[in-house]
């Protein structure tokens, strides 16, 4: 049980959530432009919240 001191200390799991946070930054990054055609199909995503704004402003006009 000794290593569960080593978490309840502050100076040890600041560092410690520095590395995981900043490997699941990574793996993220790494995940997204991993691969050129994930990419591009995730970049047409980009304009998705806006396409619902255009339908319904043409209905709007008739």
């Keep these: ?4 001191n ?7 799991t ?4 520095l590395v ?3 490997v699941t930054f990574v ?3 790494l995940y997204v432009y ?3 055609k994930r990419g591009e199909r995730l970049e047409t995503y ?3 919240p806006f ?3 255009e339908s319904e402003s043409k209905e709007d006009r008739k």
Excluded: T
């Design 1 to 4: 049980m000794e290593w569960l």
């Design 6 to 12: 080593w978490f309840a200390s502050f100076e040890n």
């Design 14 to 17: 600041k560092p410690l959530a």
């Design 20 to 22: 995981i946070l900043f």
């Design 27 to 29: 793996l993220i990054v």
């Design 34 to 36: 991993g691969s050129k």
């Design 46 to 48: 980009k304009y998705m």
């Design 51 to 53: 396409m619902d704004d």
